[in-house]
């Protein structure tokens, strides 16, 4: 046999975080997928089975029977969020409907036409109780809005979050991911010292995979884990005791990160928990994204053309990396080719930096595919500073014309 | 982590698909990426629903459930119908600059170059365990993986990659 190869530390971490990267986004499509029921029903477990199609019935009878209570002549008493008390089964009482982040996560208003969950401007992380629960048995019925995770653009502020979208999964479905417990994260931690995470995680199903994310508020912890998988310390995959470890550089910013646990069974079933924080001490004090300005689009462009846009970046540590993502009518993704709005093997970005490095500008060609429709598109900057400090947001709007 | 074959209860068809979704499923999503290969893998487990009995007898189930999905995979290549590896790629970039980085690199690896390298070296499955659930040679696996990390090497160093634009890391 020939020499077995070993790839270099560098090489071996990035392919642990991608293998880590396509477990989760794996685990959260299949997950969307079976609320479509595109996942063989018969593949489920009976109880799970029998849960499901019960859950149907319910949410179908259910559906009829809002639909009958919402057609009231009284306006506002459509718009009382929000017990509609036609069924026992369907019961969706104040304690239910969320309130995270202090927004607005369900009503039923009633436009004449029916039943209105007041969804339209919601991201797939808010709302769990009615979104789930009520408005996405219509998604599961007559298979509509297949990619959840993608964004709708209009208006930029209420954009969702990005960057991990979660589907909540109601209980009817009897789909409860791993318990997460016991997790043990020292408080205050040196830059330029390791640090080990434990956490306990026990599931009937076995835990297939679990690991850890950090973040700060304007970044991720690349060199602490992105998504990383733990490993099994003690115990079994069915309830076990698991570690992460991982090193706190010398220039780690100097701020509170938050940690987040996550682990999904073997039948796909997840579970994500946001637990707590530490704060690092002794690193850099750059806690800020690079500032971008002076976007602009330099040509007209029609579909299949190259779009060239120019901007500058500037940052007191560096400019790491940047790239402009175009988003469309529904956002980043064409549901209706299945494609991204650009084609992004055909992106080229050049760059002119002063002397410091910490002023640059930018130029970006990117085609925008074949597929993708006249219409204002959004280019959303992301930009890494050497810290790892990262924006990402929308800034400039551009017409796209036949 | 790779999963532990003896706690599944392969015996049984509910194991059996246990193992799907823990052997076979990454497997799809490095060859195929995350979205063809979960649908790919749901297709697969509707097959085996579909041949409990004849699986239960088979001596390698799994690598005969890996022949089946590579049979299904068809109608998702054909006229470039879908993007497969690594899927959406602007779902992935603004999570991490360095895993989409690396979903990209791993992206221009031909298929069977991919799969061996994340298996090996991402999920951390054994040559032998490879070689058996895609029914080829360990010094094939070995082959793919060497030549798959040389390729890999080359992209890290490329002072042209697209996404950075800046000095790559």
Known sequence: MNEIPQPDVALQRKLRRAAAHLQRQGTQYREK??????????????????????????????????????????PTESRTPVRLASDDALIVDEESVVQENGNQTGEASNDGDGVDLGQTDRSPNESNAVDVGLGQSDRILNGENRFDAIPVLGEPTSFPELTTPTTSIPDEFGRVGPVISEIAVPAIVKAGSSLTFRWRAADPDLVSATGVRVGWASGIFSSCGFGELGTLESGTT????????????????????????????????????????????????????????????????????????????????????????????????????????????????????????????????????????????????????????????????????? | MQPDAHDLFPESFEGLIGQVRTRLLPVLWSKWGVDVGSDICSEVEEHAWNHIAELMEMSNPMGYLYRVSQSKARRYSRWLKRNTFPGHLADVGFEDREIEESLRELASLTANQRVCVLLVHGFGWSYADVAELLDIKQTAVNNHVNRGLARLRLAVTNQNSPIVGFEPS
């Open chain 1, 238 to 402: 069915r309830d076990g005791e698991w570690s992460y470890t991982c090193w706190i550089p010398s220039n780690a910013v100097s701020t509170f990160y938050s940690v987040s646990i996550w682990a999904s069974d073997m039948l796909g079933h997840s579970s994500d928990i946001s637990y707590t924080t530490f704060v690092v001490e002794g690193g850099n004090d750059d806690t800020s994204a690079p500032l971008y300005t002076n976007v602009s689009v330099e040509n007209t462009v029609s579909p299949g053309g190259i779009v060239v846009i120019n901007w500058t970046l500037a940052d007191p540590s560096g400019i790491e990396g940047a790239v402009m993502w175009v988003a469309g009518p529904t956002g980043f993704y064409n549901l209706t080719s299945e494609k991204s709005y650009a084609n992004y093997a055909t992106l080229v970005i050049t760059r002119d930096c002063n002397a410091a490095g910490d002023t640059c500008e930018l130029t970006q060609s990117v085609q925008i595919d074949p597929t993708s429709p006249a219409g204002v598109y959004t280019l959303w900057v992301s930009a890494t500073d050497k810290l790892g400090n990262k924006v990402l947001e929308p800034s400039i709007q551009f017409d796209v014309t036949n």
């Open chain 1, 33 to 74: 997928k079976l609320l479509q029921g595109d996942v063989p029903i018969a593949t489920m477990k009976l109880p799970h089975r029998v849960a499901f199609w019960l859950g149907l019935i319910v949410i179908s009878s259910g559906a009829f029977g809002i639909s009958v209570l919402a057609r009231s002549d009284n």
